[in-house]
């Protein structure tokens, strides 16, 4: 494939990029024991006010990210932040420990809703009758006080023990809210009891709201746990044996053994145990859990397998590369795991909310109270109202709101050969209206082919191709490639070189016999006073050629032409990028006509040409002071500056190799449908964020004004706080529907 051969150097010039992220250490937490967004938010902040330390806590993920420098503090002064705010933090344990622990309190979680649903039901039940007028049905008080304190107290206990933690550190959370509510209403219809007055007493609305709001947490849990399955669906990807070659024997063993260089072998229908190399036999194997390109990719000696993908129906032997958690499937993992940690810059507005959202309410609810009794309604009524503002508001579903969407997002994306890096690229994505992109490995295969080969007078095609090939031994352009394969399939001689060079976007340069030799544009030729015929050059450019021109202690030598071809999905992705609004440019280095030429078969109207390197950065950092959104495509061969400064890179074509780990969006497929993809996912994902963040904000800012006006009844607050954070949960699961169009070049079924 093309891009094995060019992606050899991209982690080079694209580690450019690494400045974005300053040398420091790094640890990711398991974080129990929020309840809410605010929590969340408070843990961050106290982890923040540490010197030096920068940290993210996500609350969906239950998990906080950590940069910070090991001189100023060390992990268990992180940990020991986070007890003193009043939750729980471990490093993360293995998955399947992660998921004994998560299974245990699911079934915690059950056992107490079963208990306070039974307690509760017949407190709710009997508000039946009493709806129609009979008031004969009612329990008797000490009877209802009798179901509703078991509720209160023991399966209770955990708001309580929430409050308390929260209330140490300093904040309130939702559990501050829960636990007053109700405490309220109990404690007012336990003193009615008490005094046995067969006054009115509220031991339903206590109990019912505490069911309710456990049973949103349960099913919220339970949607949480799916939304984050693209993790552990790609970890499962790896069998746990694997058939390896020890002491001359093949053996059956443990693919955590497997050494690298050790020799293992891959049977028909095996999935690859770790990355490795063929060394003998020849098989066609499904990648597409890892590039989302669902066609058999041949495998012959010298070709790499990657860990996680299916052999069809050939025998492999293989000779071990990468194991454990330097395989390309532990890369996509990490990656995937990261992006599903980081917060999407959309969130920041819930963040800021749900951090003032808990006083504030308070304040409300109070505020209802006085008002009622101000205006002579009876103490009961007053309480009533208050509660019913205290558990409406809640904002729960606003903490959820995003990350669940962002989590569903990635993952999505992974399985689709989609690699974001984070929620932000994820988020601003969706928002370029400008794309940049390169042509050679962009829009072309990457691979072209000299076509041909025109000696100057008196000169032969030996000569020129010889020392053309010779020249470009040092080079990992698509071209020199191109030359040097063109050379060994005549079997030319290669003169020797000296001191050689290469110049981004323009050529390569080196002594050959003690004379200094170029090849490269025309440009670059002049630009070291080679005075050559330049009718040559433009009779192959008028053909889409790209011409490279030879010159030898300042005389031309002749020009070399070479095509590349235009990868048949170009057209129709460009077509799809410009219905979704984006408008695509193509810069590159290649001359005026040649770029024309390839830009009117891939129906693009924009076109930069002869741009060196900084000059495609430069054209990008214009574009965007013009206020417009940019995207750069490219292949990371030369492009990294104009990658750097774009809003959003995509690195394309990265197969297998996702070394390529500093572009915002790494794409596994080799295709510029990938990049409408990427686009279309990250819409999707933003659809869904603002529809989640609207129906967290709309039944918040409806609820509590009917809740204080008394329209609320408190057992509907509680009922309506549960199903918000559950239908926010849910709708970020339909995202889990989102496909890749598929384009007509390369059928695909879906991948999984
Ligand atoms: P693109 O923008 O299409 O990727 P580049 O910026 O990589 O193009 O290169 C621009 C031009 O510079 C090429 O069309 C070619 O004329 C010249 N060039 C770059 N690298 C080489 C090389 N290794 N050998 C010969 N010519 C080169
Ligand atoms: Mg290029």
Request: hydrophobic share 50%.
């Amino acid at each position: 494939m093309g891009y094995m051969l060019r992606t050899m150097d991209t982690s080079a010039p694209l580690s450019g990029l690494a400045h974005r992220h300053p040398e420091a250490s790094a640890v990711e937490l398991a974080i129990s024991g929020m309840t809410c967004a605010a929590c969340a938010t408070r843990i961050e902040k106290v982890l923040n006010r540490l010197p030096e330390v920068r940290a993210v806590v996500n609350f969906a993920t239950e998990r906080a990210s950590i940069e910070y420098a090991p001189d100023a503090v060390d992990l268990d002064k992180l940990i020991e932040t986070v007890r003193k705010a009043g939750y729980e933090a471990h490093e993360p344990l293995q998955s399947q420990k992660e998921d004994e622990l998560a299974a245990a309190s699911a079934r915690t979680d059950l056992r107490h809703f079963i208990i306070a649903a039974v307690f509760t039901a017949p407190l709710v039940a009997q508000m039946l009758p009493m709806a129609l007028g009979m008031h004969d049905w009612m329990l008797p008080n000490w009877l209802q006080f009798a179901l509703a304190t078991p509720v209160q107290f023991w399966i209770g206990a955990r708001f309580y023990a929430g409050s308390w933690h929260a209330l140490r550190g300093g904040a309130a959370n939702m559990d501050v809210l829960i636990a007053l509510g109700t405490s309220a209403a109990w404690a007012y219809s336990t003193a009615v009891t008490l005094q046995g007055g067969e006054g009115h007493v509220y031991f339903e609305a206590s109990a019912a709201i505490i069911t309710l709001v456990l049973m949103g947490k349960l099913l919220e849990n339970r949607a949480r746990r799916r939304a984050s399955t693209a993790i552990r669906e790609l970890i499962k990807l790896q069998p746990s044996l694997a058939q390896v070659e020890r002491d001359g024997t093949l053996v059956q063993a443990p693919v955590a053994s497997i050494r690298r260089g050790e020799i293992f072998v891959i049977r028909a229908g095996d999935s690859v145990p770790v990355d490795g190399e063929v060394v003998e036999g020849e098989s066609s194997v499904d990648e597409s859990m890892l590039t989302g390109e669902s066609r058999a990719v041949e495998k012959q000696p010298g070709a790499r397998v990657f860990t996680g993908t299916m052999n069809a129906d050939g025998r492999l032997r293989c000779r071990a590369t990468s194991v454990g958690s330097q395989t390309a499937l532990a890369a996509i993992i990490r990656l995937v795991e990261q992006a599903q940690g980081s917060k999407a810059p959309i969130q920041r507005l819930a963040d800021r909310i749900s951090s003032i959202f808990v006083p504030v309410v308070l304040a409300l609810a109070l505020a209802t109270w006085f008002g009622w009794m101000w205006a002579g309604a009876p103490l009961a009524d007053a309480l009533v109202n208050a509660v019913a503002v205290l558990v409406i508001a809640c904002p729960c579903a606003l903490g959820l709101a995003t990350p669940t969407a962002i989590m569903v997002g990635t993952g999505r994306g992974a399985h689709a050969g989609v690699l974001v890096r984070n929620a932000a690229a994820l988020e601003l994505a969706g928002r370029i209206d400008w794309l940049a992109v390169d042509k050679t490995g962009t829009l072309t295969e990457g691979r072209p082919t000299v076509t041909d080969i025109l000696p100057a007078e008196g000169g032969t095609e030996a000569a020129l191709l010889g020392m053309a090939a010779a020249l470009e031994q040092g080079s990992s352009h698509p071209i020199g490639l191109a030359i040097r394969s063109a050379a060994q399939s005549r079997a030319f001689a290669l003169p020797t070189i000296e001191g050689f060079r290469s110049d981004a976007g323009r050529g390569v340069q080196a002594m050959i016999d003690s004379k200094p030799a170029l090849l490269g544009s025309a440009t670059y030729l002049s630009e070291h006073g080679v005075t050559a015929d330049m009718h040559v050059a433009q009779t192959l450019e008028q053909n889409a050629r790209t011409a490279v021109g030879l010159a030898h202690g300042g005389r031309l030598i002749g020009w070399i032409g070479l095509s590349d071809q235009l990868r048949a999905s170009t057209p129709a992705a460009i077509a799809r990028l410009h219905a979704m609004g984006i408008e695509v440019a193509m810069l590159t280095g290649d001359s005026e006509q040649t770029a024309q030429e390839a830009a009117r078969k891939a129906g693009i109207k924009v076109i930069r040409s002869r741009m060196m390197p900084a000059d495609k950065a430069r054209e990008i950092e214009r574009q965007r002071a013009n206020g417009r959104k940019v995207g750069m495509v490219g292949d990371g061969v030369n492009d990294a500056p104009a990658l750097a400064v774009a809003d959003v890179s995509f690195a394309i074509g990265a197969g297998t190799d996702v070394a390529i780990q500093t572009a915002d969006v790494t794409l596994m497929r080799s295709d510029l449908v990938a990049v409408a993809d990427a686009i279309d996912l990250s819409r999707a994902t933003l659809a869904k964020v603002r529809q989640n963040l609207f129906f967290a904000f709309f039944y918040n800012v409806l609820g509590i004004p009917l809740a204080a006006l008394g329209m609320l009844n408190p057992v509907v607050a509680g009922a309506a706080m549960a199903m918000s954070s559950v239908s926010v949960v849910s709708n970020s699961l339909l995202l889990r529907r989102w496909r890749p169009q598929p384009s007509q070049s390369s059928p695909r079924s879906s991948t999984h």
